[in-house]
């Protein structure tokens, strides 16, 4: 199975910050990625998909980038709706695995 | 709107099976594939498994092979994951969700069912 691997795991950022998070794979999986955000309590929400598209609906502040081991999720301005955890998603191989979260909290 | 509407909690004692639905609305149910995801307390997420609704074709995680079942049922637009022999481990959230392709990201998700499994 394809492993996925995000850092960091957790990260502490204010209001406007520009924040990145990475997501490696254990092998080449093309731009077969998605990052979903998750709020506590609450179903994960499609934020990218095929590593750098926008889901419909999605503000532009989110973007996507990268191909064949390692990708990023970029959110330019980070506002109070963007303190929750992320994942990222590989779709390239039938174990579909995801990453283990990246947790956004307050500065 | 599109919708996955998932049933209620359940509390299932070590070894006795659980069955999870899933309805769909809002879009042709026989267009998309439906996955299965869980999510075990303050842990990240697991894929289980796929059905085609058309057709009702699966494919489950290795991890799970032989205990997870996943149905259909077009006529109310349904679909449902059956997991056998539970354990302890098997406490978590389970989540359908909406692919448009076979490997796809999972653009619409149910509300999640909470499945404890308690002596």
């Known amino acids: 199975d394809i492993q996925m691997t995000q850092s960091p795991s957790t990260l502490s950022a204010s209001i406007g910050d520009r924040v990145t998070i990475t997501c490696r794979a254990s092998q080449s999986i093309s731009n077969w990625l998605a990052w979903y955000q998750q709020k506590p309590g609450k179903a994960p929400n499609l934020l990218i998909y095929?590593?750098?598209n926008l889901e419909s609906g999605v503000p532009s502040r989110f973007s996507g980038s990268g191909s064949g081991t390692e990708f990023t999720l970029t959110i330019s301005s980070l506002q109070p709706d963007d303190f929750a955890t992320y994942y990222c998603q590989q779709f390239n191989d039938y174990s579909r695995t995801f990453g283990q979260g990246t947790k956004v909290e307050i500065k | 709107q599109v919708q996955l509407v998932q049933s209620g909690a359940e509390v299932k004692k070590p070894g006795a099976s659980v069955k999870v639905s899933c309805k769909a609305s809002?879009?042709?149910?026989?267009?998309?594939?439906i996955n299965w995801v869980r999510q075990a307390p303050g842990q990240g997420l697991e894929w289980m498994g796929i059905i085609n609704p058309s057709g009702g074709s699966t494919w489950y995680a290795q991890k799970l092979q032989g205990r997870v079942t996943m149905t259909r049922e077009t006529s109310t637009s349904t679909v449902y994951m059956e997991l056998s022999s539970l354990t302890f481990e098997d406490t978590a959230v389970y989540y359908c969700a909406r692919a448009a392709q076979l490997y796809d990201a999972f653009d619409t998700w149910g509300q999640g069912t909470r499945v404890t499994v308690s002596s």
């Open positions: 809002g879009y042709t149910f026989s267009s998309f594939y």
């Open positions: 095929k590593a750098s």
